[in-house]
């Protein structure tokens, strides 16, 4: 069992970078695939970006401003947003897999994934 809590989000201003932090339990965090959703008011859920096997996935939106990095000692995977933008407020959600995500493009699917975090919520303001 994988328990997955965010931090980090809050508001911030058009421009401005924050970074959103994803902690994890379990023994099996450096096998497992983590990736980063988010969810808009009255919007589904949507792809952020994902690290598997070494491989890092990102949305075409959001490529060149958001980057995926974790750190297996901590147990944490992190979000790092810059130039953040009013359509960027969203609640931000953490996710692992047990393994590693299929072939593009199922790393984008939410059911690809075993736990989910509660979410964070960022808000971009302009």
């Known amino acids: 069992q994988v328990q997955l809590v965010e931090s980090g989000g809050g508001l911030v201003q058009a421009g401005g970078s924050l970074r959103l932090s994803c902690a994890a339990s379990?023994?099996?965090?450096?096998?497992?695939?983590m990736g980063w959703f988010r969810q808009a008011p009255g919007k589904e859920r949507e792809f952020v970006t994902a690290?598997?096997?070494?491989?890092?996935y990102y949305s075409d939106s959001m490529k060149g401003r958001f980057t995926i990095s974790r750190d297996n000692a901590r147990k944490t995977v992190y979000l790092q947003m810059n130039s953040l933008k009013p359509e960027d407020t969203a609640v931000y959600y953490c996710?692992?897999?047990?393994?590693?995500?299929?072939?593009?493009?199922?790393?984008?699917?939410?059911?690809?994934?075993?736990?989910w975090g509660q979410g964070t919520q960022v808000t971009v303001s302009s």
């Open positions: 996710a692992a897999k047990n393994g590693r995500l299929g072939a593009w493009p199922m790393p984008k699917a939410p059911s690809e994934y075993d736990y």
């Open positions: 379990g023994p099996t965090f450096s096998s497992n695939a």
């Open positions: 690290w598997s096997g070494g491989i890092k």
